[in-house]
């Protein structure tokens, strides 16, 4: 691992634990387990091509807890689980269609076609009884309870070592199209891991990251990471750290500024994306359409 | 002396939709050796390895794959390394050279590979036969000319040393250096193992192929080089251009 990227992890447990000690530790624990997760997953869906996919998951929680919300009132385990179910189910069902062959772009454009539509009814709904749609779209790190803290953290280890363990095999299986189809059944089982982890962490981490950041921290830290380093794990450590730092950093200028946690930490990724590219090769629309 | 492996292809037809791609294909060929397949555009040179490898169901007949020592195969794609036409990693794809070439031994192997320094082993034998410069191995794959993309490609293929090597159109996009490197390791890969090559151009391979075969949806001839190369432009018109 580049040292850098070392002093950036240490740095940022070290500021999460000092803004503990002001603050309830549920804000940085939540904030930090959701940006390490979706930067590790993020490092994965851009070595596998899936953006098209990892922009539309978000339109699947939000349909999801849109949903969840009108059956379930209470935004408490039922909904949580409710909502998981509905999200997981659909991504797996669109993940599978992919690996069976079907055009991923086109799985993706009905995935997020459906569930944008779905969520538009829902959310509609839910506004004329009253219901918490600005949240769903927001999100807000700061009302984690401790319930929701226990399931955030159980996610996001079995995300982050369903990815360091298989992490190697989801990318080549991405790649090499044929290997998930005539390969041996892990293959396809593996594939499924990933869009099983998309799941959870888009539908699951949705109160917290919020519907708009969810894009965000899906789409940019891995291609920040992989201008800084090579390697599969090198690059999937290297993203789930820019997600953590950039969260934790968020969450400091919030409480600081009275902004939105997770605005200010899609704020600190976009800045990080435009330096990293700038770095590396000049403006990027100065340049050719490589990276 | 390496086992004969041989691929009988009886009555296959395919078709997408409407549109036949292969119509009543019947052959045998065998190895060790290389089988060059040459056809025009369209002529369903693709469709005939994904068939072979299990990827593309036929309408209707069979194609199998014998190995001597194994017999015939249920699952053919296990003793298989197959190189597509196109290949274009990611973009944004951390994945090296190394971990690449590492990964596909790992999936084919599984659990024959008994450690992690055999497993070394096995790809840096792989990388070195395809002529791959130490300097490329912490590469990524996306940084990549399109020649070295393509020795890359040979080198998963190769790692798992399978005995049959299917390759797609292995020259296309390449200049004429790399297309002799290429040449020349497919030619070494021939001396153990039967390869089927797709090709516009069979000369490349002249000299160390053992069977033509000239495809256009239906096998319209096969035989030794020497035999089908000078009748090319009578079975496919203009587009066979020496």
Not at chain 1, 87 to 107: H, W
Not at chain 1, 110 to 138: K, N
Not at chain 2, 77 to 102: C, D, H, K, L, R
Request: hydrophobic share 50%; net charge neutral; aromatic share 6%.
């Amino acid at each position: 691992m580049h040292k850098g990227f070392t002093v950036i992890a240490l740095s940022s447990i070290i500021a999460a634990a000092l803004l503990s000690l002001r603050y309830p530790a549920s804000w940085a624990i939540g904030m930090g387990l959701a940006g390490a997760a979706y930067g590790a997953l993020s490092s994965i869906l851009h070595a596998r091509g899936l953006l098209f996919v990892a922009g539309a998951s978000p339109h699947v929680a939000l349909a999801s807890a849109g949903i969840s919300s009108l059956i379930v009132m209470d935004a408490g385990t039922a909904w949580l689980v409710l909502s998981l179910a509905i999200g997981v189910s659909i991504i797996m069902a669109a993940g599978y269609m992919i690996e069976r062959g079907f055009n991923a772009d086109d799985a993706a454009a009905f995935m997020a076609s459906l569930s944008s539509t779905a969520a538009v009814l829902a959310l509609y709904r839910l506004s004329a009884i009253g219901g918490d749609v600005a949240g769903l779209i927001i999100g807000d790190p700061l009302l984690v309870g401790v319930g929701e803290l226990v399931v955030l953290s159980l996610s996001t280890l079995a995300i982050i070592i369903a990815l360091a363990v298989g992490g190697w095999r989801m990318i080549y299986i991405g790649m090499m199209r044929e290997e998930s189809l005539l390969g041996p059944t892990k293959s396809l089982a593996w594939s499924m891991i990933l869009y099983l982890v998309l799941g959870l962490a888009t539908v699951g981490m949705l109160r917290i990251v919020g519907y708009v950041l969810e894009h965000v921290l899906l789409l940019l830290p891995g291609i920040i990471a992989s201008q800084a380093v090579s390697g599969w794990r090198r690059g999937l450590a290297a993203s789930a750290i820019i997600g953590l730092s950039a969260s934790i950093t968020g969450l400091i200028v919030a409480v600081n500024f009275d902004v939105s946690p997770s605005g200010a930490s899609g704020a600190i990724l976009v800045l990080l994306f435009l330096m990293a590219h700038v770095i590396r090769g000049g403006a990027p629309w100065r340049r050719g359409g490589s990276a | 002396m390496p086992p004969e492996t041989r691929i009988l292809a009886e009555g296959v037809t395919v078709a997408y939709g409407e549109k036949i791609a292969l119509d009543s294909v019947t052959f045998e060929v065998s190895g060790p050796g290389i089988v060059q397949v040459v056809g025009p555009n369209g002529a369903g040179k693709t469709t005939l390895l994904k068939t072979i490898i299990g990827a593309v169901k036929p309408l209707k007949g069979s194609i199998r794959v014998e190995v001597g020592d194994l017999g015939r195969l249920d699952n053919p794609y296990e003793v298989i390394g197959y190189v597509p036409q196109y290949f274009s990693p990611p973009q944004y794809n951390p994945m090296t050279v190394y971990e690449f070439v590492e990964a596909s031994a790992r999936l084919r192997l599984g659990r024959k590979v008994s450690n992690s320094v055999m497993l070394g082993e096995l790809v840096e034998d792989a990388l070195k036969d395809c002529r791959i410069p130490p300097s490329f191995y912490q590469s990524r794959l996306s940084e990549l000319s399109g020649g070295m993309l393509r020795r890359v490609l040979l080198a998963r293929a190769i790692v798992f040393k399978p005995r049959v090597l299917l390759l797609d159109e292995p020259f296309t996009f390449l200049d004429s250096e790399a297309s002799r490197i290429i040449a020349d390791l497919i030619v070494e890969y021939s001396r153990d193992s039967l390869v089927v090559v797709t090709t516009h151009e069979p000369l490349l391979l002249y000299e160390a192929t053992r069977t033509v075969m000239v495809l256009n949806r239906r096998i319209l001839a096969v035989g030794e080089p020497d035999e089908i190369v000078p009748k090319l432009y009578d079975l496919m018109g203009s587009s066979w251009v020496a």
